[in-house]
């Protein structure tokens, strides 16, 4: 079949919602002419318009200790990295930081951190603090809050939750075993997996995510994006990867985000009601309107200017320049024919996901007794 044809064949295929083989996946992850892809493109964002019409949600991200016990090669804040200066807010400073957040407008806060002892390895006292951040940043915003502490034991996870935590986001970033092990050294793969699986089982939200060019194959991708419909996640990303001074993926990587913005549409197409964020911090303000246009409806890593708060894969670009803020990002939303959705809508959208996960949760129960 000619390639237009094919093309046809799947998009016609993918706005019928039927799931698509292997090889078709494929096909539309690798295709590089402007103008197949802008047809894909195009599909992508018809499918998310029949599931959240022009609206899109705004996540502020609060990296509030960049210090870790793990030493993933693709990332900046490895504990062996000594060019990374690094932080740990105070629970109040966290707290004022997402009641800034809430006042500019973001639906959702991120409490993100690095595998931080003080935090994980500290005995009953590090997770008790934690909890402590995540009980106040609700009380004090009332958002929805989304932990990204890394792998954490179940029990704590429960008590993150009944602390307040709607989400948990840990990304896998590869689901091949060889190459998670090259990007996650010492980690266990099947630690952090089950970590998500129990996550969903209490009935908490999860995100899941993939890094891509950092050695992955096409072949990689597909069987990602069919772990991720195993998993069944709300939120699914991908993220180029941006190579980091002083770590040992430091000369790798590459500028293009073609691959990217393939997997954002592939995802909109696989799974059109799910979350898909377009994130500031691969290359700032400047690549959300392709991430947008590719068919994602979240924009995350929204970080105050003035707080002296980094993103992960890029830790300053248009952070002070207040280029990664709610009103920063507005144009770029006017541009793509999109508006941020209000914070009803986004608590609509989370209750009924939590009500129903809840359902299938006393389904389960139900066929176990
Ligand atoms: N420390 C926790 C963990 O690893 O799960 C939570 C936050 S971690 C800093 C968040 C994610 O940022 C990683 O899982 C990875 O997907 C992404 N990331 C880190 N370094 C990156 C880089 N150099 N390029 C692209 N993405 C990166
Ligand atoms: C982002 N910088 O959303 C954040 C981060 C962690 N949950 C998210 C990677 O892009
Ligand atoms: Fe630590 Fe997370 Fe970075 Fe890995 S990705 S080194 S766990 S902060």
Redesign the pocket.
């Known amino acids: 079949m000619v390639v237009a044809q094919k093309l046809d064949t799947i998009l016609d295929k993918a706005l019928q919602e039927i799931w698509l083989s292997r090889e078709e996946i494929k096909f539309l992850l690798q295709l590089a002419d402007p103008v197949s892809r802008e047809r894909v493109f195009l599909t992508a964002r018809e499918l998310r318009q029949r599931y959240f019409a022009d609206k899109v949600f705004l996540y502020g991200f609060v990296?509030f200790s960049t210090y870790?016990r793990?030493d993933?090669t693709?990332?900046?804040?490895r504990k062996s990295n000594d060019l990374c200066q690094r932080y740990r807010k105070t629970t109040r400073e966290i707290v004022d930081i997402a009641c800034a957040l809430a006042e500019a407008g973001v639906y959702l806060i991120d409490l993100?951190?690095?595998?931080d002892p003080q935090y994980l390895a500290n005995g009953s006292e590090g997770y008790e603090n934690l909890l402590e951040v995540v009980r106040l940043v609700k009380k004090n915003t009332g958002l929805p809050v989304m932990i990204?502490?890394?792998?954490v034991p179940g029990a704590i996870l429960k008590e993150l939750q009944q602390a307040g935590a709607d989400w948990y986001?840990?990304?896998q970033?590869t689901h091949n075993r060889l190459l998670y092990k090259k990007l996650?050294l010492n980690q266990s793969y099947s630690e952090?997996w089950a970590s998500k699986i129990y996550a969903r089982s209490i009935g908490m939200l999860v995100e899941e995510?993939?890094?891509v060019g950092?050695g992955d194959s096409l072949e990689d991708i597909v069987n990602s994006l069919l772990e991720m419909k195993n998993l069944g996640a709300e939120q699914v990303?991908t993220?180029?990867?941006?190579?980091?001074q002083g770590?040992p993926?430091s000369g790798n990587?590459s500028s293009d985000d073609r691959l990217e913005l393939n997997i954002i549409a592939v995802m909109r197409i696989l799974f059109p009601d799910r979350l898909i964020p377009a994130s500031l911090?691969?290359r700032g303000i400047f690549g959300l309107q392709q991430r947008l246009n590719a068919g994602a409806n979240v924009v995350t890593s929204l970080i105050p200017p003035d707080r002296g708060l980094v993103g992960?894969?890029q830790s300053t670009l248009d952070i002070a320049e207040g280029h990664r803020t709610v009103k920063g990002v507005m144009p770029v939303l006017r541009e793509c024919g999109l508006a941020p959705a209000t914070l009803a809508e986004y608590q609509r959208w989370l209750q009924e996901k939590q009500g129903r996960i809840k359902n299938r949760a006393i389904g389960k129960e139900i066929l176990c007794k």
């Open positions: 990296y870790c793990n993933c693709f990332c900046y804040y993100t951190m690095g595998e990204s502490p890394g792998v986001a840990c990304y970033e996650r952090r995510g993939l890094l950092v990303r993220m180029s990867f941006v190579p980091q770590t993926l990587g911090d691969v992960v894969s």
